[in-house]
C-alpha cells in the first residue's frame, strides 16, 4: 500500500496494479505464450517464474543458474532473504518490468534485497540497486521525518540494513537536517522575541515528536550523532523527556506483580538507556520532577544499581529544589517499612558529599563551578533540613520503620543547618507515639539528637509536659528554659554586645555565604567571645587582691608609707572599676560640674594625696 502524501518513484512502463501472488498473473500477461520454467522457493513459498528476466537482473540467480550445470534446471531455493517472501514479490515484479512505486516503507526492503540478489548495473543499467540509492539520495535523506520513517521499517531486516548502510546513512542525516532545523529556529527565536507567546511557541523544535518512535537502539545512536553535529543541549535533554513520556507511559501505576517478563525487560532497557543518555548532560538541564519520575520507574522495573546511583545522584545535586510529595517513594520490599527510606538516605548523602566538595572548591579556587552547579548556599542547605523534618514527620507514624534507619536520617545533617529544632522534636514526638514498644534505652537515644538550647518557648512548653520523653530530656529542656530566662532578665548589653558583633563595618547585617563561612565565622566569633572572658577574668582577679589588700590596709589603720599605699590602691581600683562603669563615672563627672570651687579645691588635695 502507497500513502498518497509519500512521493512515488516510478519506473518508465505503465503501471500495474500489485496482486497477492504474481507468478501466474504476471508470467501470462508478459509471456503469454512462454510456460514458467523454474520455480524459486523463497523461505519455503514457490514462485513459479521464468529464467530470462531473472537472470538478466539478478547476479545471484544467475551464478545458481550456472553453478548448477544443469539445463534443465526448474527448482532453486533462496535461504535468509531480506524482507521474505513479500519483498523478493517485489524483486520479481522490478524483473518483469513492472511498475511500482518506491515508498520510504518499501525502499530500505528493495535496497537490501536488491543487494542480496545483487541487483547491479554491470547487468543491466538502472537497475534496482541504483533505483533505490537514487530515492534514498534525493528523497529520504533531505527529510527528517522521511528518515524516520526509513529508520522504523528497517526493524525486520535483521543485519542487513547495518551492513549496507542504510541505518547510518539515516541517522546522520536525521541529525544533519536537526542541526540545519535549529539554525533555522535560532533566527526565527530572534524574530520571535519581540511577540507573543504563541508565537514563541511555534519557534520551538518540532522533530521531537518524530523521534519518539524510533526503537531504543536506534534512538540512542541518533542522540550520539545530535551531539557529534552540535544539536543544543536543551533540545537533547527535551528530546529525552518527550521519549520517556511516550515509550514509559503508564508504567508508574502498574504493580510489580502483574508486569510480564518481557515487557519489564523492555522497559527495563529504555530505562537504563535514557538514564545512560542523560549522564553526559549538564545537572541543572534536566528537571527535577523528571528524574524522580525516572528513579521510581527504576525502582518499580529493577533497573541496574549504577542506573538508580546515577538518578540519585542528580536528585541529590538539586534536592533543595524538592517538595515533599517527590521524597515519598514507596517501597516494594513486603517485609520493608512503607516508603523506601534508603533511597532518600542516598540522595541525602549526595546532596551532603556536594556541599563539602564544592566548599573545598570554593577555599582552593574562587568562583570555580562544575557541571553548570553552583555551590549550594546556606539557604539551600535550610531548605534541605526544613525538608527532611517534614519527611521525617511523615513516615514517623509508620509502624514497620526501623529506628536505626529514622536516627540515620536526622544524624546525617550537620549542626549548623538546624537553627531551631522544632521540626525534629514534632517527628521524634509522633515517632514515640507510633512505637510505644520503645526501650527505654532507645528513647533515651532518640532524644539525644534533639538540641534542646534549639527549641522555641512553644516546643520547650509541650517538652516539658510531655510523657512520652524520657525524664533527662524534660530536665535539659527546663535547664535550658531557666537559663533563657536569666540571660532575658540580666539585661540587653549582652544582646547589644552580640548585635555589634553580627554587624559588619558597613553597618549591614553579615550574610552567611555558604556553610563552611557560616561555621567558620561562628568558630571565629567564639574565640573572640573566650578571649574576653578571659581578660575579664584576670581583671576580676585584679580587683580581688586589690579589695584584700584594702581590707588589710584598713586593719592596720597605719599611717605613712601604708596611708599613703592604701590610698593609692585605692585609686588604682577605682581607675579599674571605670573600665566596666563608664555611664556611671560621667554621671559623677556632671555631679562634680555643678558643685562649687570649693568643692573642686578639696578633690585636687584629695587626689594630690
Avoid at 104 to 129: F, G, K, P, Q, S
Amino acid at each position: 500500500m502507497v500513502l498518497a502524501s509519500e512521493p512515488s518513484f516510478p519506473s518508465s512502463f505503465p503501471k500495474l496494479s500489485s496482486s497477492p501472488r504474481f507468478h501466474s498473473s504476471i508470467s501470462k500477461r508478459i509471456f503469454s505464450d512462454v510456460v514458467g520454467d523454474i520455480t524459486i522457493y523463497v523461505d519455503g513459498q514457490p514462485f513459479l517464474l521464468h529464467k530470462f528476466p531473472l537472470v538478466s537482473r539478478s547476479g545471484k540467480i544467475r551464478k545458481m543458474v550456472v553453478d548448477s550445470k544443469d539445463p534443465d534446471l526448474s527448482k532453486l531455493e533462496l535461504h535468509n532473504v531480506p524482507g521474505g517472501a513479500e519483498t523478493f514479490e517485489l524483486a520479481a515484479k522490478f524483473c518483469y518490468g513492472t511498475n511500482f512505486e518506491i515508498t520510504t516503507r518499501n525502499v530500505a526492503h528493495l535496497h537490501c534485497i536488491a543487494e542480496y540478489l545483487e541487483m547491479t548495473d554491470d547487468y543491466r543499467e538502472e537497475n534496482l540497486i541504483s533505483r533505490t540509492e537514487t530515492y534514498l539520495n534525493e528523497i529520504v535523506v533531505q527529510s527528517l521525518e522521511k528518515s524516520v520513517e526509513v529508520l522504523c521499517s528497517c526493524e525486520g531486516l535483521n543485519s542487513m540494513a547495518e551492513d549496507i548502510g542504510i541505518l547510518d546513512r539515516c541517522i546522520d542525516a536525521i541529525a544533519m537536517n536537526a542541526s540545519k532545523e535549529q539554525l533555522v529556529s535560532g533566527l526565527a527565536r530572534l524574530e520571535c522575541d519581540g511577540e507573543t507567546g504563541k508565537l514563541k511557541l511555534g519557534c520551538q523544535d518540532w522533530w521531537l515528536e518524530d523521534l519518539s518512535v524510533l526503537k531504543i537502539d536506534i534512538y540512542q545512536r541518533v542522540i550520539a550523532a545530535m551531539r557529534r553535529t552540535g544539536v543544543r543541549s536543551d533540545s537533547i535533554t527535551a528530546s529525552i523527556i518527550h521519549y520517556a513520556q511516550m515509550s514509559l507511559k503508564g508504567i508508574e501505576k502498574r504493580q510489580a506483580w502483574d508486569s510480564s517478563m518481557v515487557i519489564g525487560d523492555e522497559q527495563r532497557l529504555v530505562i537504563e538507556t535514557l538514564v545512560g543518555l542523560l549522564s553526559t548532560e549538564k545537572i541543572t538541564s534536566v528537571p527535577l520532577s523528571f528524574l524522580f519520575g525516572m528513579l521510581r520507574m527504576a525502582i518499580v522495573v529493577d533497573a541496574a544499581l549504577g542506573c538508580k546511583l546515577e538518578l540519585e545522584r542528580r536528585i541529590g545535586f538539586q534536592l533543595d529544589m524538592a517538595s515533599l510529595d517527590d521524597l515519598l517513594i514507596p517501597s516494594l520490599q513486603n517485609s520493608d517499612s512503607v516508603f523506601d527510606v534508603d533511597t532518600v538516605h542516598r540522595i541525602l548523602v549526595n546532596f551532603l558529599q556536594r556541599v563539602e566538595e564544592e566548599d573545598s572548591e570554593e577555599s582552593s579556587k574562587c568562583g570555580y563551578e562544575s557541571d553548570g552547579l553552583k555551590s549550594p548556599s546556606h539557604d539551600a542547605i535550610l531548605k534541605v533540613r526544613r525538608l527532611m523534618d517534614g519527611y521525617l514527620a511523615e513516615i514517623a507514624p509508620d509502624p514497620y520503620l526501623k529506628l536505626p534507619k529514622f536516627m540515620a536520617i536526622i544524624e546525617l545533617l550537620p549542626d549548623y543547618a538546624r537553627l531551631i529544632e522544632d521540626g525534629l522534636y514534632r517527628a521524634v514526638d509522633i515517632y514515640l507515639k507510633a512505637h510505644p514498644s520503645l526501650t527505654e534505652s532507645e528513647c533515651k537515644r532518640l532524644c539525644k539528637l534533639i538540641d534542646c538550647s534549639k527549641l522555641s518557648q512553644e516546643a520547650s512548653n509541650h517538652a516539658a509536659q510531655n510523657d512520652r520523653l524520657p525524664v533527662q530530656m524534660a530536665v535539659r529542656v527546663l535547664y535550658f528554659e531557666q537559663l533563657r530566662l536569666k540571660s532575658s532578665l540580666s539585661g540587653s548589653s549582652a544582646d547589644g554586645f552580640f548585635s555589634q558583633r553580627m554587624i559588619s563595618s558597613s553597618g549591614a547585617p553579615s550574610l552567611a555565604v555558604s556553610p563552611r563561612d557560616n561555621y567558620a565565622s561562628l568558630r571565629r566569633e567564639n574565640r573572640e567571645l573566650k578571649l574576653e572572658i578571659s581578660r575579664m577574668r584576670v581583671r576580676l582577679s585584679e580587683l580581688e587582691k586589690e579589695q584584700a589588700f584594702m581590707k588589710q590596709g584598713m586593719r592596720d589603720n597605719k599611717s605613712g608609707e601604708h596611708g599613703r599605699a592604701f590610698f593609692a590602691s585605692l585609686s588604682r581600683g577605682i581607675g579599674r572599676i571605670g573600665i566596666f562603669g563608664q555611664g556611671h563615672g560621667q554621671q559623677q563627672k556632671s555631679t562634680r560640674k555643678s558643685q562649687g570651687s570649693e568643692g573642686k579645691h578639696r578633690r585636687r588635695q584629695r587626689r594630690s594625696v
